[in-house]
């Protein structure tokens, strides 16, 4: 994945693909960077026919990679606050998941989908002011 354009799939606790949240560089915007959001349209043959590019409506709903957290209950799980540090985890064999949208943006939704995971939570922040308010809030 070039470090120009990075996507991370979004998925529902059965595996369906739902959409994708990416980082596109962008000298233009104030932080250098963008994010979006967009949704697969599906050929019959189970390939992105194209995308819309919107929020979906129950993405506040889902965390990074649920179904590989969901079949693993037991184990320690790493919730940081972007997909970035959530695969730094995971290359490390270490279970992780994330939310999207940065700090401050961890739902409800989001914390009720991981109730079926016995193992220890560990929160990981940004190390900056919104990071820090947003680990403790989650």
Known sequence: MSRNFMRWWYQRADGEYVFQHYRVNDPASPRGKRYGYRMPMWTAEGKVKRWI??????????????????????????????????????????????????????????????????????LVADNDGPGAVDVCRR
């Open 53 to 122: 590019y919107q929020k979906p409506a129950d993405a506040d709903s889902l965390v990074w990679q649920l179904p590989l957290v969901l079949d693993n209950p037991d184990e320690p799980l790493v919730l940081t606050e972007g997909e970035r540090d959530a695969e730094a985890a995971l290359r490390r064999d270490v279970l992780a998941t994330c939310h999207h949208g940065g700090a401050g943006k961890f739902t409800k939704s989001q914390a009720d989908s991981l109730a079926g995971h016995r193992g220890e939570f560990l």
